[in-house]
């Protein structure tokens, strides 16, 4: 049992690029997340699904896209990496309602 | 939404018991309060949660007052691998089950 796995662990991007970071969970949980934390901030939410086929955005959606296709995976896509988005990020999954979440060890994402 | 407040900083000599604190007055009647810690730059760790009444795990006691508008996080016996910033945490009730994170505490355990 991995728990939450991302993928990869640092990366850096040209202004530009675009990108898919992975988030894999295999505990069968209907809620994944992602979030982002900026230095010395607290984690802020992007987008989220409650189930496969339904994602919604968070607190900070703009310049991301997520789908969910399967309940194990949860990719998020930079459509057009910007300076601005260089970040740690983290994705998380729940199994359900009032339900700790379980978090992945983060995507270090640097864009130049 | 129901949101946090923590004092960013604390310090508590080790061996000592680490009461951190967390004010959520507009917290909702079916919502609970949790507690994570990050270490450096990792993954947030689950710590403990609970929604009225006194929580106790192998890691941490949880304090929620009945009025439910404040809680406080108890490290019965502070060591040096404490030192972290410990988030209380309640959900977003316009986004599902997720999580509004704050700032946190950051707690430093003193030798």
């Known amino acids: 049992n991995a728990g939450v796995t991302q993928t990869p662990k640092f990366q850096v991007l040209k202004t530009g690029q675009s990108m898919t970071l992975q988030c894999a969970q295999d505990m069968n949980h209907e809620y994944m997340s992602w979030y982002r934390q900026d230095p010395g901030m607290g984690l802020r939410l992007i987008h989220y699904s409650v189930g496969a086929g339904i994602t919604d955005q968070g607190e900070v959606p703009n310049g991301y896209n997520v789908s969910r296709s399967t309940t194990e995976d949860f990719p998020l896509r930079l459509l057009s990496a910007a300076p601005s988005q260089t970040s740690v990020y983290f994705c998380?999954?729940?199994?359900?309602?009032?339900?700790?979440?379980?978090f992945g060890d983060g995507t270090r994402l640097s864009i130049l | 939404d129901a949101k946090t407040t923590q004092p960013p900083s604390m310090d508590c000599a080790e061996g000592r018991a680490a009461n951190l604190p967390c004010n959520h007055s507009?917290?909702?009647?079916?919502?609970?309060v949790y507690w994570y810690r990050q270490i450096h730059s990792q993954g947030p760790q689950y710590i403990i949660h609970g929604l009225k009444n006194n929580e106790t795990n192998e890691m941490a006691s949880l304090i929620i007052t009945e009025d439910r508008k404040s809680s406080t996080l108890i490290l019965p016996h502070a060591t040096l691998r404490d030192t972290a910033v410990y988030y209380c945490i309640v959900r977003q009730t316009n986004t599902g089950n997720q999580f509004y994170f704050g700032t946190g505490t950051s707690l430093t355990v003193i030798p």
């Open positions: 998380a999954s729940t199994k359900g309602y009032n339900q700790p979440q379980h």
């Open positions: 507009t917290i909702s009647g079916n919502e609970y």
